[in-house]
């Protein structure tokens, strides 16, 4: 096993980390500054498309896109990619920078790996160029959406289209100005097996019978300009042509989208939980409370070693679910995913609550970032699969692995 980085990564790392110093961490506060003005609602930063111009002028773009897509990709395998989407993590919104941000890397990876050459051209090229922004539409506030199977929203053949009626919610990015386009996933096949009932199509974000209910808020914010929303569908009739793969593959496609999301989410807490360390040990050693350092402090050693130690087994773990995944593909490396899933968020959430007990009130503020990488850890707990389903799947999965091997 290595445990270094390639020659390529590590150039590639230098230039990642060269981009923020220059263009991403001088930006970070005028960014919040701009989303959280309640004038700037659902509108983009506008520093953004510069940035942007500027990432791809300097190769660093697409880089979450696996090898394997061929021509679509700059060919880093999901090893590769994970130090750089770290990299990207400690200032989340610079991953969009790089058009390497959810939900827009996923949908590129199923227009990429199921679309049709047709669906490609129209939707996956100008994903792929940054020219606009998608949103994955699977949720529903009626049923329990962590079993996927209790999806209701119909999409029903009629004649040339598809009618699409029902409701959704939590529908990242609906509300960003550049969001052209939905890949919705719905119920075609009401009679068939419960994984092969549900299908995926794309419908574009004007189409007619497409509503935004009400918009939602993630710990009080409204996480502008993407935001989180509820959509209804009312008889939205899109061309047989939009639908992916065939129907009843949406179980098929989703799997296929879920696992890399899943890693990217935890490659991305990595890089939030090893910076909010960074300030808590930068902050432990310019503090002087009841005569001595904070650093001095027995707790705070302790709570600095601690978050130090399992910011390094997550990180292991991520990598070594993403050499899995692409050595033996991502269905064999289901149960390391669903690991890390369960793991990074969780440790990204402590180090980040750790931080910002250091940091007294300053920590509860927008003055260091770690408060925002709290309540974003805690909704990452939650999105692509709650860590208890995840959790239950894996215990499932292990249990009959182990009762098929001899005991010893």
Known sequence: MNFDHSDKVKALMARVEA??????????????????????????????????????????W????????????????????????????????SSQVFNCSAPDTG???????????????????PLLAGEIRSAYVMTEPQVASSDATNLELSILPDGDDYVINGRKWWISNAMHPRCDVFIVMGKTLFDNPRHAQH??????????????????TVFGSMNSPGGECELEFTNVRVPKENLILGE???????????GPGRIHHCMRSIGQAQRSLEYMARRADSRVAFGKKLSDQSSIRQDIARSFCEVEM??????????????????????????????????????????????????VSDDAPMAYFFTLNRYVRITDGPEEVHMAQLAKQKIAEYLASPQR
């Open 19 to 60: 981009f923020m110093d220059a263009h991403i961490y001088p930006n970070e506060a005028d960014y919040y500054h701009w989303v959280h003005d309640a004038a700037n609602l659902w509108q983009e930063w506008p520093k953004m498309e510069a940035l942007k111009d500027k990432a791809r002028a300097e190769g660093l």
């Open 62 to 93: 697409n880089l979450f896109l696996p090898h394997e897509y061929g021509a679509f990709s700059p060919g880093l395998t999901n090893l590769e990619y994970a130090p750089l989407a770290e990299l990207m993590g400690r200032v989340p919104f």
């Open 107 to 125: 949908n590129m990876e199923v227009l990429a790996k199921f679309g049709s050459p047709e669906q490609q051209d129209r939707w996956l090229k």
């Open 199 to 216: 299908s995926q199509i794309i419908v574009p974000r004007d189409t007619p019978g497409v509503r935004v209910v009400r918009h939602l």
């Open 248 to 258: 009843g593959r949406g179980f098929e496609i989703a799997q296929g989208r879920l």
């Open 314 to 363: 997550a990180r292991l773990l991520t990598l070594k679910a993403a050499d899995q995944m692409d050595k033996y593909g991502n269905k064999v490396a289901k149960d390391l995913i669903a690991a890390i899933k369960v793991v990074a968020p969780h440790m990204a959430q402590t180090v980040a609550d750790r931080a910002i007990q250091v940091h007294g009130g300053m920590g």
